[in-house]
């Protein structure tokens, strides 16, 4: 038998990288330890906010909806409340739905939902069928990324959030670094830090993770251990992506090599400190409004706008356009 | 030998596999090609690490630990 090396119950979890085993209140006890250090070294939040949590209905979001409100109850000032957006995946989006709303309902969590289909026109399956037919160079993340940070800020805002909580964890932010190394992108590798985005724009609403030292496996354990583990659905999309190899790659490496993960976490937080200064070099220009929907830009239109504009379902003054064809089944999954 | 089941929950994909006494769950999994980075382990209904040894007629479940989207 495996013991915990605090205790010498049986061990549910084995750290390699720390050299220590774990049984389930000592794994718990550790887990929440590592959040809240997260949260105060990071300054993540105050003693008075709204928290809007982004749940997909995934393992990682259900996990931190239930961390937050759990922790919430110790903190007064807090207010958490979930969103989550449903971009409209025929075959995957229906069925995280339901484990979120299982658990807004069993948390008593006030919730919204936002749908693509509302508030773009189309839903995410019916964009990429018109952006293959437009031979857009885009890949299906692509638009579901940006549409979703869209979409994530502005509801948050609407629902008077303060501070938007992500369940990104130690395994996402390194994936997404090695993929912005490939891709030569600084000015994302700067932006990878646990509080995120584009701060002194009116209409952008602050974004932190406090999952960012969690493992990818420990979320997994402590939805597990707390009857969170949702019903396991695949999006249709994901293994299209250079994430999807980067992922198997990165484990494969903690396999072999224990402790790769946290090594490249910290080859990431040094790369943001050296870069600080050049910050403002890496990022060129300033923050912006976007002419068409006013939301946070970098350029003169904002990622969202541009994108809507390319795949024609959107006139210029913001209007949505309707009825375009996008196949007889009007939802088409990946070829 | 031991023989053991294990089943990805939530999908079709099972098999049934024999392993050397002693084996411990990661070297089933190995045997699958499974990377036990990937996955959480129950034993007969309860969540263990996946160092522990396996024996006649377990049936282990996995969690997978990589998310959907």
Known sequence: ?335 | MVRVRVKIIDTDQEWLVEAENGARIRDVLEKLDLNPEEYIVSRNGEVVAEDEEVGEGDLIILYPVVSGG
């Not at chain 1, 239930?66 to 069925?95: C, F, M, N, Q």
């Open chain 1, 1 to 335: 038998m495996v013991s915990c090396s605090f205790c010498g119950r049986k061990a549910v979890y084995v750290s390699k990288a720390l050299g220590r085993a774990y049984c389930k209140k000592h794994f718990l006890e550790y887990f929440d330890k590592k959040v809240r250090r997260t949260i105060r070294k990071h300054r993540m939040f105050s003693e008075k906010e709204t928290i809007i949590v982004a749940v997909s209905g995934g393992k990682d979001s259900l996990a931190l909806l239930h961390y937050l409100v759990r922790l919430s109850k110790r903190v007064p000032g807090w207010t958490i409340k979930a969103l989550l957006v449903d971009e409209g995946i025929r075959g995957y989006r229906e069925i995280t739905i339901k484990d979120f709303l299982r658990l807004v309902d069993e948390l008593g969590v006030e919730y919204r939902i936002v749908r693509f289909k509302d508030e773009l026109g189309y839903t995410l399956d019916e964009i990429i069928e018109i952006g293959r037919r437009k031979k857009l160079p885009y890949h299906p993340c692509s638009y579901c990324g940006v549409f979703r940070r869209y979409l994530l800020n502005k509801a948050a805002r609407e629902m008077g959030g303060t501070v938007i909580a992500t369940a990104h964890n130690l395994d996402d932010v390194i994936q997404t670094y090695l993929m912005n190394i490939i891709k030569n992108s600084w000015e994302k590798i700067v932006r990878l830090g646990p509080v995120s985005g584009i701060t002194g724009h009116p209409r952008f609403v602050r974004k932190v993770k406090p999952f960012y030292e969690i493992l990818e496996k420990e979320s997994a354990l402590y939805a597990v251990l707390n009857n969170l583990y949702p019903k396991f659905v695949e999006c249709p999309y994901a293994q299209q992506s250079m994430r999807w190899y980067l992922r198997k790659y990165i484990n494969n490496l903690e396999e072999m090599y224990p402790g790769t993960k946290y090594s490249m976490l910290r080859s990431l937080l040094r790369i943001i400190q050296l870069l600080e200064d050049k910050t403002n070099k890496i990022i060129e220009g300033e923050i912006r409004s976007c002419r068409i929907c006013g939301e946070p830009a970098s350029h003169d239109l904002c990622r969202a706008c541009t994108y809507r504009l390319e795949l024609g379902i959107m006139d210029e003054k913001g209007n949505i356009i309707r009825n375009i064809d996008t196949g007889a089944s009007g939802n088409q999954l990946p070829r």
